[in-house]
């Protein structure tokens, strides 16, 4: 079958905000809508954004020659998830756990599991979801109940994961499961027999991100599917995952907010009150304002916690958490606001409000719910100051 | 270096965890302080510190239990010097 990255290789590429803002302004936002009543993302828009170069940029490339350059730097990276959130938080999603697994395959991944996976994932020929919620266990980890045993200088993995973003869609699943001595990341190709996957439909929010139960029943890897070390250590390939998928989601939030605000100063521009225009009424501007305060600050914390990260700086982990933090409930907090700017309008489909105000309460849970990220930012502070 | 490691190293701990008296010779595992997180940043802060890439096969509960422990994988992962 003939793909669009091969019949449109005029399409954009996606290598800063801007470009991002261009792909997002004519790809996804006049469809985002539809794809949150149509439950997924059509495959158009993935052959596209495989395209434009999307999904890993970050990932080292091949600049010919045998030549490699480090790929983009986060901060930027940030900037071009914060664009897509604008214009769809389930394409951003896709695009968050995309970038999870492939950077916890080139960061803790052996020689052959690079070179197996990295140019795929880089490219987009394979989409990757990150398993670690399970129908009993979701931002505590230590409740994980998937297992894999040693059997034949392999592994065997039984267990079901719960609201899987892209399951429905993904090639390659990361998948955490107890081992005999802690949690281990496993690869596991869709494919795989006992792997089975049930979409999960009709979600509040993120609706197209095609999200999964998936199932692992006896299902034999082998010796080269664990990724990283085993031990004390395993616990970091999940937290330094989880991190980037945090601060992808806290871009998201920026996003939304963002997205919020110009539907709100463009509704706002044309609806009237009573002879007014929203737009001169206090209220309104408070609400506005507010908006874009926060909307600035969000995207400060944002691009400190990338900065941070592409100094390799320890901090960054709880940078993020902050940003994360921040940015979700702000974004919740204001595209509810949204939805009361444009009143009954922005209760039904003819606006992007609804969507925005559903998607954003998504960002709260996901990654850390926002108790266990309150819970860890007091944890520093005690430690820092007391 | 390592001498020096040892300190940065016992500096960033203490940082942490400013309440403890921690020296070169305490298990910081035993002690009760090391979680997912603090391991991840602790890794995060001796690659960035001592530019060194730890390999996975390094990253076993006996390199990282005690400052002097540290200093000697920063010793082993550092080119040689002449």
């Known amino acids: ?386 | 270096m390592s001498g020096n490691a040892k300190e940065q190293i016992l500096d960033f701990v203490r940082a942490r965890y400013p309440q403890a008296d921690i020296d070169e010779t305490q298990d910081i595992f035993a002690l009760g302080f090391v979680n997912s997180l603090f391991a991840m940043e602790l890794v995060m802060f001796i690659e960035k510190t001592f530019e060194v890439t730890i390999p996975n096969d390094e990253l076993k509960i006996d390199n990282f239990r005690t400052a002097n422990t540290m200093a000697e994988l920063v010793d082993r992962l550092s080119p040689a010097r002449v």
């Open chain 1, 1 to 386: 079958m003939t793909t669009l990255a091969e019949t449109a290789p005029g399409t954009l590429q996606v290598t800063d905000r801007k470009s991002a803002r261009a792909f997002v302004d004519t790809h996804i936002v006049p469809y985002a809508d539809a794809y949150d009543r149509q439950g997924r993302v059509p495959e158009e828009l993935l052959e596209r954004m495989t395209a434009a170069g999307l999904w890993a940029p970050f990932l080292p490339r091949d600049t010919g020659g045998g030549e490699m350059d480090g790929g983009m730097d986060l901060v930027t990276l940030g900037e071009v998830h914060e664009e897509v959130g604008r214009g769809c938080s389930s394409v951003r999603s896709l695009l968050t756990v995309h970038t999870m697994v492939s950077w916890a395959v080139q960061r803790w991944g052996s020689p052959a599991q690079r070179e197996q996976w990295v140019p795929a994932l880089g490219r987009g020929d394979v989409l990757a979801a990150f398993c670690l919620s399970e129908p009993g266990a979701g931002s505590d980890a230590s409740g994980i109940a998937s297992n894999v045993v040693e059997k034949n200088g392999g592994w065997v993995l039984n267990g079901v994961k719960k609201w899987i973003t892209n399951g429905q869609r993904a090639d390659l699943f990361l998948v955490f499961a107890r081992t005999a001595t802690s949690i281990g990341a496993f690869l596991v190709p869709r494919d795989s027999p006992g792997v089975e996957v049930t979409p999960i439909e009709d979600m509040l929010g993120t609706r197209a991100s095609m999200i999964a139960e998936i199932s692992f029943r006896d299902v034999a890897l082998g010796p080269d599917a664990l990724l990283g070390p085993s031990g004390f250590t395993a616990g970091m390939v999940l937290t330094g995952t989880l991190d980037l998928g945090r601060y992808s989601v806290a871009t998201g939030s920026v996003g939304i907010i963002q997205a919020a605000l110009e539907a709100c100063a463009a509704y706002a521009s044309r609806r009237t009150v009573g002879g007014s225009l929203l737009k001169d009424l206090p209220l309104i501007q408070a609400k506005l304002s507010d908006m874009v305060t926060d909307a600035r600050a969000a995207r400060l914390l944002v691009a400190e916690a990338g900065r941070l990260k592409d100094a390799g700086e320890a901090s960054t982990i709880m940078a993020t958490w902050v940003a994360k933090y921040f940015a979700s409930t702000a974004a919740a907090r204001h595209a509810s606001e949204a939805v009361q700017i444009h009143g009954a309008n922005g209760c039904g489909h003819d606006y992007p409000v609804a969507r925005l105000y559903r998607d954003a309460k998504v960002m709260e849970i996901i990654e850390g719910s926002n108790e266990i990220q309150r819970v860890t930012i007091a944890s520093q502070a005690e430690r820092e100051i007391i």
